[in-house]
């Protein structure tokens, strides 16, 4: 009756039909996704690098860094690179991909979130047991567990979906493979598959949101009985942008993701899966790094060890170098 197929491309939403708007659509998110990626590669690379920074707070802030240079991976390079070449298609197997790691990655970053606020509870809310609630066998065991339940999240979501037929257009109404947009193509009953991610994803994502907020309310009410001065000031100036990011991050996520399929995304949908895809993993290294003297000093301290390995290896070709140049960086650093 449905013609019926397993083997064709999906197509995906262009930005634009006009060959200009195309390209500064694929050189404007290339940029973003570079700065995105340098600076969580930079942060990796900092907290790893300095020994000062193998703390709980440092090891997750880490592991998110690496965790956000990929989640974005997954879908602004495909998309820019069909912007340029200015084609649609992706392989079912590609698409496949997109849809496991998106949702893979989407989920452990909600779960990193979540255990980097109850880092920050313990930190300053109980700070004499900080060292036995946050103890490092407990920060390797629960990254464990939220790549182990990401898997098996994951795949179970991305094999529910799969295994329905696709025999309405292959013309995937978003910028890149998920869930709901998947859905609209089946010819076949997709209300258990609506039901299970409406469930999964509202107990997921609003019991997180409710730890995170319940956590932030007793660091606020601990914070307000510090002394008005630098320390209360720079607990709000990290606290209140990380609500900010996560709270962005949740409802646009859960609007794509529980939103019934019959009704049309549209533009805001495009809108709000762009903002869940990218801006956390844009705004993360801002919020936990830039605000943060211990990482700008870390940085500090690789750059001048940059510059020393490069005027010894200037000096081992022979080329001449600016006397003093590092050790003036150096002492300004200090």
């Keep these: 009756m449905f013609n019926s197929t397993t083997t064709m491309d999906f197509l995906l939403m262009e930005i634009s039909d006009m060959r200009d708007l ?68 992706i392989s079912k197997a590609g698409c496949g991909a997109q849809v ?33 609630i946050m103890s490092p066998r407990l920060c390797v065991h629960s990254t464990l567990a939220a790549l182990l339940s990401g898997l098996i999240y994951a ?20 910028l890149f493979c998920d869930i709901p947009s998947l859905l609209k193509l089946s010819c076949s009953d997709t209300f258990s598959n609506q039901i299970s991610m409406f469930i999964s994803g509202l107990v997921i994502g609003g019991c997180s949101f409710t730890y995170i907020i319940k956590s932030y309310i007793h660091i606020f009410s601990t914070v307000l009985r510090f002394p008005v001065g630098a320390d209360r000031k720079k607990a709000f100036s990290t606290c209140v942008p990380h609500i900010l990011v996560v709270s962005v991050f949740l409802s646009s996520s859960l609007y794509v ?7 049309s995304a549209g533009l ?16 993360n290294p801002v919020i936990y790094s830039l605000r943060n003297e211990q990482i700008k000093h870390a940085i500090r301290k690789l750059m001048t060890r940059v510059l020393y390995q490069g005027d010894k290896l200037r000096i081992k070709q022979g080329f001449p170098i600016q006397l003093g140049h590092s050790h003036a960086f150096d002492n300004k650093c200090r």
Excluded: W
């Design 22 to 89: 195309q390209l500064f659509y694929a050189m404007f998110f290339s940029l973003i996704y570079l700065v995105t990626v340098m600076g969580n590669l930079v942060i990796a690379a900092v907290t790893t690098l300095d020994k000062s920074l193998h703390t709980p707070m440092y090891f997750f802030l880490r592991n998110l860094s690496i965790l956000d240079s990929c989640y974005i991976s997954v879908t602004i390079p495909k998309s820019c690179m069909n912007s340029l070449l200015g084609t649609r298609s």
């Design 268 to 283: 805001m949908g495009i809108v709000l899966s762009v903002f869940y895809s990218v801006i956390p993993p844009l705004f």
């Design 257 to 263: 993701y529980l939103r019934p399929s019959a009704m």
């Design 155 to 174: 795949a179970l979501h991305t094999l529910n979906t799969f295994r329905l037929p696709f025999c309405h257009t292959h013309a995937v109404q978003q």
């Design 100 to 132: 496991f790691l998106v949702i893979f990655f989407a989920f452990v970053e909600v779960l990193f979130l979540t255990i980097m606020a109850h880092d920050r509870f313990a930190a300053i809310c109980r700070p004499l047991h900080y060292p036995v």
